[in-house]
């Protein structure tokens, strides 16, 4: 499986901008869709983009216009940019890396990175 490590969470006030970033074990952007999704508090794992191998990307409406995925090839890297943010976007955030087909069912199948926790304070 491939290994993902998510960082650059942290806490910031509404309004602000993170950038996360994910970084894969070996070259598998092009072959492999990947997705960020978020868990706050006392509720479910929701997904927040998907990006396919050719890089399209589909937003959850809740972030769109403010959250940008991005990737660097050459690094093995994607990040989600994420600007004004506001306080329902706190949350462990993850990326996970599989078919597009498991991604959008919850991604049980996919691998999955450690999270990394953003805190929006009002």
């Known amino acids: 499986q491939v290994q993902l490590v998510e960082s650059g969470g942290g806490l910031v006030q509404a309004g602000g901008s993170l950038r996360l970033s994910c970084a894969a074990s070996?070259?598998?952007?092009?072959?492999?869709?990947m997705a960020w999704y978020r868990q706050a508090p006392g509720k479910q794992r929701e997904l927040v983009s998907i990006t396919s191998s050719g890089g399209t990307t589909n937003y959850v409406d809740s972030v769109k216009g403010r959250f940008t995925v991005s990737r660097d090839n050459a690094k093995n890297t994607v990040y989600l940019q994420m600007n004004g943010l506001k306080t329902e976007d706190t949350a462990v955030y993850y990326c996970a890396a599989g078919r597009l087909g498991d991604l959008m069912r919850g991604g049980n199948s996919s691998s999955w990175g450690q999270g990394t926790q953003v805190i929006v304070s009002s």
């Open positions: 070996g070259s598998i952007f092009s072959s492999t869709g």
